[in-house]
C-alpha cells in the first residue's frame, strides 16, 4: 500500500465526501451511461452527461467540468468548489495538474462507477490520444461481475491491481491485490482511501503473488496483460502480454497451480489472439485440462482492423526509451503471426474431480453485460 502520511489521507478522505456531498454520480448521468462510456467513448455519450447536467447548480457544473471532462478551471473558480488542501493534495498526488492560475484534469478523471469513486485515466481526449499509463476497461467491469458472481468465497487474491476497481468493486470480499507499478498501487491506495474501504482492501507493490496471504485465500482473480507485441515494440506494463500475448498469463498459471490445487479457485478475463482455426490460448489452457476443470467461454470476436493498428502504435511510442512506431509494422508482426481475431474471453480454473477443458459461447451470464 503507498504510504501516505495522515494529513493526505485525511484530505483524500475529505475528497471523497466532497464527491458524495455534490452527488457526483448523479451529475455524471448515473451508472448506466457511465457503463456505456466505459465500453466506447462515444462523444454522443459525453454530450449527454453534459446536457444532464445543464440544470444543476453551477458549482457543480465546476466540479463535472473539472474532475470529469478534464477541462481547465481557473483556481478561483476551483477553489470555490474544492478546499485549497484538498486541491494541494491531488496536484501532489498527479492527479490535477496547476498551470498559469488554472487547475487541469489533464491524463485522469474521477469516474462514479457502481457507487464507487475512482481515480483512474480519462477514456477520452480532446485534442491528444490519453496518455496515462494506467488502464480502465470494460473487461475490468465484467470481471467484478464475474467475481461477485462466485459462491463461498470470502476473501481473494488479485494479480495486477490497476486503479483498484475490481477488488473495491466485490464488497463481500477481502482482497490483498499485487501490481508491478508503482504508479497503479499509489493510485489503487487513493481510491481505497476515497472509498473508505481500508478495512476490506488492500494492494501491494511487486511480481504476481507478492503479498499473497500466508493463509491462502478462496479466490485468486486477474484482468493480466494480454496483447501480443513484438520484443523491440513493447507496449506498456498494463497491456504487454510478450510476443505471443500469453508471457504473463503463462507465468501466472505456473505460479498459481499449487494454490488452485489446494482449493482456491482462479477467474481471469482476457483476450486471445488468433485466426478462425484456434489460438494460443487453447493450446496454452488444453496441457493444464488434465490437472484442472477449466471453463473457457467466448464473449466477443472481433476482426482486427487498421485502427486497432493505429491504437496498437500509439501505446508501443508511449513506452519510455522506445521510438516512434509505425501501424505497419504491427500490422505486418499481427499477420505473420495470424493474429487476425481478438477473442475475448473469460476463463474459470478449479480442481475438481472431474477435470478437463470445457470451450463455450456467448455465455447467457454474460449477454446482457455485452449488449447492453
Ligand atoms: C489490464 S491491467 C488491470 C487493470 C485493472 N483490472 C483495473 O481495472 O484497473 C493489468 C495490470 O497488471 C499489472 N501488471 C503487469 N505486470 C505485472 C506483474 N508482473 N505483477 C503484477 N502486476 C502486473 C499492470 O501494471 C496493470 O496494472
Given at each position: ?21 455534490a ?10 451511461l457511465?457503463?456505456?462510456?466505459v ?35 481557473p483556481?478561483r473558480?476551483a ?15 498527479g ?21 464507487l469513486y475512482?481515480i483512474g485515466?480519462r ?18 467491469l ?59 482492501c ?22 493480466p ?12 506494463a ?5 510476443e ?17 490445487e ?7 478475463i ?5 485466426d ?8 496454452l ?8 476443470q ?7 470476436r ?12 500509439h ?20 499477420k ?37
Amino acid at each position: 500500500m503507498a504510504d501516505f502520511s495522515l494529513k493526505i489521507a485525511d484530505r483524500i478522505k475529505d475528497f471523497g465526501e466532497l464527491l458524495r456531498a455534490a452527488r457526483f454520480a448523479e451529475l455524471c448521468g448515473g451508472p448506466s451511461l457511465i457503463r456505456q462510456l466505459v465500453r466506447a467513448a462515444e462523444p454522443t455519450i459525453l454530450q449527454e452527461i453534459w446536457n444532464r447536467a445543464s440544470s444543476s447548480h453551477a458549482h457543480q457544473k465546476s466540479l463535472l467540468r473539472l474532475l470529469f471532462f478534464g477541462l481547465q478551471t481557473p483556481k478561483r473558480v476551483a477553489e470555490r468548489i474544492i478546499r485549497p488542501d484538498i486541491l494541494s493534495c491531488l496536484v501532489e498526488l498527479g492527479l490535477l495538474q496547476e498551470d498559469n492560475h488554472c487547475f487541469q484534469a489533464v491524463d485522469h478523471c474521477v469516474f462514479p462507477v457502481d457507487g464507487l469513486y475512482l481515480i483512474g485515466p480519462r477514456l477520452f481526449n480532446y485534442k491528444a490520444p490519453p496518455t496515462c499509463r494506467l488502464y480502465f476497461g470494460y473487461d475490468s467491469l465484467l470481471l467484478a461481475q464475474a467475481v461477485r458472481q462466485e459462491r463461498n468465497v470470502h476473501s481473494a487474491f488479485e494479480i495486477g491491481a490497476g486503479t483498484g476497481l475490481v477488488s473495491l468493486n466485490c464488497p463481500a470480499l477481502r482482497t490483498v491485490a499485487s501490481d508491478i507499478d508503482p504508479r497503479a498501487i499509489q493510485v489503487a491506495s487513493v481510491n481505497i482511501i476515497l472509498n473508505q474501504a481500508q478495512a476490506r482492501c488492500s494492494v501491494i507493490e511487486g511480481d504476481l503473488l507478492a503479498g499473497f496471504p500466508a493463509e491462502g485465500v478462496d479466490l485468486i482473480f486477474s484482468n493480466p496483460p494480454y496483447v501480443p507485441a513484438p520484443v523491440d515494440s513493447p507496449l506498456p506494463a498494463y497491456s504487454w502480454g510478450g510476443e505471443d500475448g500469453l508471457t504473463f498469463v503463462k507465468r501466472m498459471l505456473d505460479e498459481v497451480s499449487t494454490i488452485i490445487e489446494r482449493g482456491a479457485k482462479c477467474i481471469l478475463i482476457l483476450s486471445a489472439y488468433g485466426d478462425e482455426r484456434g489460438n494460443p490460448l487453447e493450446r496454452l489452457l488444453a496441457q493444464f485440462s488434465n490437472r484442472f476443470q477449466i471453463r473457457l467461454q467466448y464473449l466477443n470476436r472481433t476482426l482486427i482492423e487498421q485502427a486497432d493498428y493505429e491504437a496498437l502504435a500509439h501505446g508501443a511510442t508511449m513506452v519510455e526509451g522506445g521510438g516512434a512506431v509505425t501501424p505497419t509494422k504491427f500490422e505486418e508482426y499481427y499477420k505473420k503471426h495470424r493474429f487476425l481475431y481478438k477473442n475475448d474471453c473469460i476463463l474459470h480454473i478449479r480442481a475438481a474431480a472431474r477435470s478437463g477443458l470445457n470451450v463455450s459461447y456467448h455465455s447467457d451470464t454474460f449477454h446482457d453485460s455485452l449488449t447492453c
